[in-house]
């Protein structure tokens, strides 16, 4: 493959896995905290559709990732509600929430724009467009880091730039913090936390906001940045790969970032090849082709993750001992 090539198919995994790098790491801040989440793919997908309905509303790009976000946390307090309140199962707590995700969008979009559950084009302001750097232009020449610069790392879309500057934050959170410090114990035992006057319910409650806050900005992303509007059931199981990422991780936002990546490449490298006969083996059936990051996916994670280590106390309700 020529470098030209590679540019592009780089370019395109950044893009593809902006949302996945989001993702993953809402599902991290839920399950550190001790609240699994499955319900990551639902508040993505009625994040992109209240976003798209925003933004079509206001004209606004900005004011649509708010709409979005707004209905992601109410998703993500609903979670945090039948799990942590309630101490319900916190799988069937997710899976409910997708289901009802799914069914929510299309109902809606179809009531409100009679087109099947889609949302009207996005175009000028309600839509996010692409940050150049400085120097990007004047770069473009340079031999190698020129493409690089000018093609990867400036003219992207600034919620790019957002999902990956949250990857050291999230560290910088995480480990070098009392907040985070508190938030992987809680996960680890709650108990102990209880037992230093530290609530955990509302430890839990900040971690799940915390994971309707970056899954709103993943789906708003879809549908206000990669798209210019809302498709029908367009998260397209994403927020499962990005729980597949976080396995994959073993629940660390840095591998969280190079696992997305990975999916992202293998997802801009199947695009690449649609339609291109290849050597010994010909034309690909272009159904093959899509599901090829997916079997790759699988593939490498059943291959190199070797046993997880999730947080002892993940999706075990906390009762206080009296």
């Not at 801040?29 to 993505?44: H, N, T």
């Not at 400085?134 to 473009?140: N, S």
Request: glycine share 12%; net charge positive.
């Amino acid at each position: 493959m020529e470098f030209g090539a590679l540019v592009d198919v780089a370019d395109s995994a950044i893009r593809l896995s902006t949302p996945l790098v989001l993702a993953a790491l809402a599902g991290l801040y839920s399950e550190r905290a001790g609240v699994f989440d499955i319900g990551l793919e639902g508040k993505m997908l009625v994040s992109a559709f209240f976003a798209a309905v925003g933004a079509a509303a206001f004209g606004s790009a900005p004011l649509g990732l708010l709409c979005g976000v707004a209905a992601a946390l109410v998703l993500a307090l609903v979670h945090g509600l039948a799990s942590i309140t309630y101490r319900g199962n916190q799988i069937v707590s997710g899976v409910a929430l997708n289901f009802v995700a799914s069914g929510l969008t299309v109902i809606l979009g179809q009531n409100w724009y009679g087109e099947g559950g889609r949302t009207p084009n996005l175009a000028g302001p309600a839509r996010f467009g692409d940050v150049t750097l400085p120097g990007a232009e004047a770069l473009r020449d340079v031999p190698v880091v020129g493409r690089i610069y000018s093609d990867i790392l400036s003219g992207q879309n600034v919620l790019v730039y957002v999902a990956f500057l949250a990857v050291p934050l999230t560290w910088w959170v995480l480990y070098r913090t009392r907040f985070g410090l508190r938030l992987r114990a809680v996960g680890e035992n709650p108990a102990a936390v209880d037992t230093a006057g530290i609530s955990v319910t509302w430890l839990r409650y900040r971690a799940v906001l915390i994971c309707g806050l970056l899954t709103g900005i993943a789906g708003a992303y879809l549908s206000t940045a990669q798209a210019a509007s809302f498709n029908r059931e367009m998260t397209a199981g994403q927020g499962y790969i990005a729980l597949a990422a976080l396995i994959f991780a073993n629940w660390r936002p840095v591998p969280v970032m190079f696992a997305c990546l990975l999916f992202g490449f293998l997802n801009a490298f199947s695009i690449r090849i649609q339609g291109v006969p290849l050597p010994l083996v010909g034309q690909i059936p272009v159904q093959a082709v899509q599901a090829l990051p997916y079997i790759l996916t699988v593939i490498l994670l059943a291959g190199f993750v070797g046993k997880p280590s999730p947080p002892k106390a993940g999706g075990v309700p906390y009762v206080k001992e009296r």
